[in-house]
């Protein structure tokens, strides 16, 4: 590691077992240049850009080294532009947190990989449940609404089903893309990774509501699972493509 790099450690939100990953810019000196909360346990509270030693960076966990695919300064000005910042106050952790401020440092843009994995699954539950609502209200008094399967089977599910469904399958695929990128896969592989296990758990619910029809009722519903997050998937994708990008101050 040298002067420049880009450093990832993994860390605990406080009083959780939710990881997530610290970014700072490393000044070769052995000492690391991150923006930060005042108050862990209260990361909304604001912070400021730091100068710390490798140690308390590191706060007894492994270190690696992360080249930035898009970066627009040598290393000798990363480590510069992130040194200037030291003491500049300012920490949210959705608008300018440690990542924005790292990626800020090498490319001139705030940028966060694990807000923007939040942010996009978030916006894709809310779209696969309005259409499940939608779906619910066009059914009117029926009830239950009717889905055409890939493998011609038509099978007739409630909102009770519809929506549990589609937050949970959302909420693992929010998870799996979370762990992929913690373990530093690129971008494409943890959306891939989010997106099968979505598909599983969908078709997994979807499975045991179909259970007291029998084996034939168990497929029907797996099928009717994939249909639904393939649906959603379409229609969560249009939303996402749909919402501009807000870039952050740095």
Known sequence: MARGDGLEVERRLAGSAVGYIHHGIDLGDGTVVHARPTD??????????????????????????????AARYTPEEIAARAAAQVGRPGYCPVEQNCEHFATWCATGEPASRQIDIVARRVRSAAARTTAAVAAR??????????????????????????????????????????????????????????DRAGLATSALAFAIAGTPAGPAGMLAGACAGMAVWACGSVAGNAVTDAVVPVQSSR
């Not at 346990?41 to 690696?64: H, I, L």
């Not at 399967?149 to 099978?155: E, R, S």
């Not at 693992?172 to 896969?185: D, F, K, S």
Request: with cysteine.
């Open 40 to 69: 862990f346990t209260n990361p909304f509270g604001g912070g400021s850009v730091v100068q710390t030693s490798w140690a308390e960076f590191a706060d007894g966990r492994p270190v690696r080294a992360v080249p930035f695919r």
């Open 137 to 194: 209200m066009a059914a009117g008094t029926a009830g239950r609404v009717a889905i055409r399967t890939a493998v011609g089977t038509t099978v007739r599910v409630g909102l009770k089903t519809l929506v549990p469904s589609a937050l949970a399958s959302e909420a693992v695929a929010l998870a799996t893309e979370w762990r992929a990128h913690q373990a530093g896969l690129d971008e494409q592989a943890c959306r891939r990774a989010g």
